[in-house]
């Protein structure tokens, strides 16, 4: 399958930080997610971005299509504890296809 | 509410000894899906359904069976499960993707242990 790259794996910051992910592919997509999962829950979208160039903001996330099409982040402003959790990205890899492809997520710690 | 259900949250079972994993959505989506989350591995797909009678495999789909008899129904079916399939499992549904849409809808989860 395709292989997602995300990073950084994990990240500690301090309350009010902003915080700032990524994600590569190996080959072009044609849609990038954002979803976010608590401990014990299934993840949730945050922010879909159809377009390449495309910039995206939910609140205090602001998420990008990269240019090339292979690559996405998100960002975070002024974290809060409520932000803790796994973030994933995930991407579709071309019209017709119906798979999505999973990153291997980046956990957030917030410390107060 | 619109949510998509999965039963059981939580299963310990023993080798070979057959089980099914229910996902139920009621958004009336024609997209549904399952998942495995590993460690260091996220999510990865098995099979997916694009409408009734209409199912197709994913990244990982040996092990596995499902079906779709209804719309709002897709079963996970492990005939003879091993320890390796082990995981925590996402059951997801959408409507159908095209380019403008493509936002799965993801369900609690179902930890599952195979000893």
């Known amino acids: 399958g395709q292989q997602l790259n995300q990073s950084p794996q994990s990240m500690f910051i301090q309350e009010g930080e902003d915080v700032s992910m990524n994600c590569t592919s190996s080959s072009i997509f044609n849609t990038w997610l954002w979803y976010k999962q608590d401990p014990g829950e299934g993840p949730v979208l945050l922010i879909a971005?159809?377009?390449?160039?495309e910039l995206t903001s939910n609140g205090r996330l602001t998420a990008q299509f990269g240019i090339t099409r292979k690559d996405s982040f998100l960002n975070i402003s002024a974290s809060i504890p409520s932000d803790v959790g796994i973030y994933f990205c995930?991407?579709?890899?071309?019209?017709?296809?119906?798979?999505?492809?999973f990153g291997t997520g980046t956990r957030l710690t917030v410390i107060p | 509410e619109a949510q998509v259900t999965q039963n059981p949250r939580y299963l310990i079972t023993v080798t070979g000894k057959k089980l099914t994993v229910t996902c139920s959505q009621n958004m009336n989506h024609e997209y549904m899906s399952w998942y495995r989350q590993d460690p260091g591995l996220g999510l990865r797909q098995i099979y997916y359904s694009m409408n009734v009678e209409v199912t197709d495999k994913g990244d990982v789909p040996e092990g596995y069976k499902v079906s779709r008899k209804e719309k709002r129904n897709f079963p996970l079916i492990l005939e003879s499960p091993s320890p390796n399939q082990t995981s925590l499992y996402f059951c997801?549904?959408?409507?159908?993707?095209?380019?403008?849409?493509?936002?799965?809808?993801f369900g609690p989860g179902t930890r599952l242990t195979v000893t």
């Open positions: 997801a549904s959408s409507p159908i993707p095209s380019g403008s849409s493509y936002e799965q809808y």
């Open positions: 995930a991407g579709h890899a071309q019209t017709g296809a119906n798979n999505l492809f």
């Open positions: 971005l159809y377009k390449a160039g």
